[in-house]
């Protein structure tokens, strides 16, 4: 057995009622792999799974979808990875997470994380970056052809939206007001503020009556279903957060498909080739990162302590800050 520290999760919905706690971990089994965390990445998943999201979690389960650290110990099995290797992980969430200071988890998960890509960093990017990556090769073709990111201004956002220019495509966005110049900046043609009522018709506009190739949602169902009519004739409607059950248009009419985003379903239902996939698609972003090709949202370095509280202000106000704990 193996005695670490970690944030464990009591039934409640605050993440202000997590409480830190010494917690003992076996050693790693057949196929997993032991990581000495360096570094957490906080996200928005990681309070809502707390307030019911998993109908699988248990009082004391370790929260945390991101981390980074080093490989402390590998299973029987794992050939692939080595003790003292630098990676960086997304966690299944049917199990403990990286809200602490040693995390088990499959070898598939682990990425190698470069030595010019710091800590912080590399903690930073599992989850909005792997989604995002999944969310981008959902479309095929998408050189020169005209795509809208609907909540670019998000760490899933941003990172989609650098992806679907690096693509080639023509990147439309909506987004904050105070997002707006860092967007542009990056390559996008025209950003829109969600919250103008009117942002669909001035959209339009600038397209001068063309409609899209595809629409990348990453805010909810109904926000989702609000850009189909913006579609053309086969046409693609991508859903990052939530899922559209039943086509938003009548049969025979654009004809456009529908695609579902769930990064975290490749740990139960993920083939070990789709795996390889995801890893080199996560060290691409990596190296991308090093070359100042894919930038990050603006990291806030916390203590530890810090976690429970650091929770709590993303749940109150995801300003596009993005916590990350250096242990």
């Given at each position: 057995?193996?005695?670490?520290?970690?944030?464990?999760?009591?039934?409640?919905?605050?993440?202000?009622l997590?409480e830190?706690?010494?917690?003992?971990?076996?050693?790693p089994?057949?196929?997993?792999?032991?990581?000495e965390?360096?570094?957490?990445?906080l996200?928005?998943?990681?309070?809502?799974l707390?307030?019911?999201?998993s109908?699988?979690?248990?009082?004391d389960?370790?929260?945390?979808?991101?981390?980074m650290?080093?490989?402390?110990?590998?299973?029987?099995?794992?050939t692939?990875?080595r003790p003292?290797?630098?990676?960086?992980y997304?966690?299944?969430?049917?199990?403990?997470?990286?809200?602490?200071?040693?995390?088990?988890?499959?070898a598939?998960?682990?990425?190698?994380?470069?030595?010019?890509?710091?800590?912080?960093s590399?903690?930073?990017?599992?989850c909005?970056?792997?989604?995002?990556?999944?969310?981008?090769?959902?479309?095929?073709?998408?050189a020169g052809e005209?795509?809208?990111?609907?909540?670019?201004?998000?760490?899933?956002g941003?990172?989609?939206?650098?992806?679907l220019?690096?693509?080639?495509?023509?990147?439309y966005?909506?987004?904050?007001?105070?997002?707006?110049?860092r967007?542009?900046?990056?390559?996008?043609i025209?950003?829109?503020?969600?919250r103008?009522?009117?942002w669909?018709?001035a959209?339009?506009?600038?397209?001068?009556?063309?409609?899209?190739?595809a629409?990348?949602?990453?805010?909810n169902?109904?926000s989702?279903?609000?850009?189909?009519?913006?579609?053309?004739?086969?046409?693609?409607?991508?859903c990052?957060?939530?899922?559209?059950?039943?086509?938003?248009?009548?049969?025979?009419?654009?004809?456009i498909?529908?695609?579902?985003?769930?990064?975290?379903?490749?740990?139960?239902?993920?083939?070990?080739?789709?795996?390889?996939?995801?890893?080199?698609?996560?060290e691409?972003?990596?190296q991308?990162?090093?070359?100042?090709?894919l930038?990050?949202?603006?990291?806030?370095?916390?203590a530890?302590?810090?976690?429970p509280?650091?929770l709590?202000?993303?749940?109150q106000?995801?300003?596009?800050?993005k916590?990350?704990?250096?242990?």
């Amino acid at each position: 057995m193996i005695k670490t520290e970690a944030w464990l999760w009591k039934n409640h919905a605050s993440p202000l009622l997590l409480e830190r706690q010494e917690k003992e971990l076996p050693e790693p089994g057949d196929n997993q792999v032991l990581i000495e965390n360096r570094a957490i990445g906080l996200n928005p998943v990681d309070w809502k799974l707390m307030a019911g999201l998993s109908a699988a979690w248990r009082p004391d389960q370790v929260p945390g979808v991101d981390g980074m650290g080093v490989i402390s110990a590998v299973g029987r099995n794992v050939t692939h990875l080595r003790p003292g290797s630098r990676v960086m992980y997304h966690t299944d969430l049917r199990f403990d997470g990286s809200f602490a200071r040693h995390t088990l988890v499959s070898a598939d998960a682990p990425i190698a994380v470069p030595d010019l890509i710091s800590d912080a960093s590399a903690a930073a990017l599992p989850c909005p970056g792997l989604t995002a990556w999944q969310a981008a090769h959902k479309v095929p073709n998408l050189a020169g052809e005209h795509v809208l990111v609907s909540g670019a201004g998000g760490a899933a956002g941003g990172l989609l939206t650098q992806l679907l220019i690096q693509a080639g495509a023509h990147v439309y966005v909506t987004a904050s007001a105070i997002h707006h110049d860092r967007l542009r900046a990056r390559g996008v043609i025209h950003a829109f503020d969600y919250r103008n009522a009117s942002w669909q018709q001035a959209l339009k506009e600038v397209l001068g009556g063309k409609p899209l190739y595809a629409a990348f949602d990453t805010v909810n169902q109904q926000s989702a279903l609000s850009l189909a009519g913006l579609l053309g004739y086969y046409g693609h409607l991508v859903c990052i957060q939530d899922r559209i059950e039943t086509s938003p248009l009548p049969a025979f009419t654009t004809s456009i498909s529908l695609h579902e985003v769930a990064l975290a379903a490749i740990h139960p239902y993920g083939t070990p080739a789709q795996w390889g996939k995801l890893r080199q698609g996560g060290e691409m972003m990596l190296q991308q990162m090093g070359r100042g090709e894919l930038t990050l949202p603006p990291i806030q370095h916390i203590a530890f302590n810090d976690i429970p509280r650091s929770l709590e202000a993303l749940k109150q106000n995801n300003d596009g800050i993005k916590y990350v704990a250096i242990l």
